[in-house]
């Protein structure tokens, strides 16, 4: 079972990327098509546009 960890935003906000800490704490996503996963080599990708 997974422990709450209680740490204050300020230390989250050392400890995290900008990005992390937005997503995590403020659950936020990523702009659409900005991912890892958008960044695929052209043989590798199914969606043609």
């Given at each position: 079972?997974?422990?709450?960890v209680?740490?204050?935003d ?6 995290l ?33």
């Amino acid at each position: 079972m997974a422990r709450e960890v209680d740490k204050p935003d300020a230390e989250w906000r050392r400890q995290l990327s900008d990005l992390q800490y937005r997503v995590t704490r403020e659950k936020g996503t990523e702009r659409a098509f900005t991912g890892e996963c958008c960044r695929l080599p052209d043989s590798a990708q199914i969606w043609r546009r």
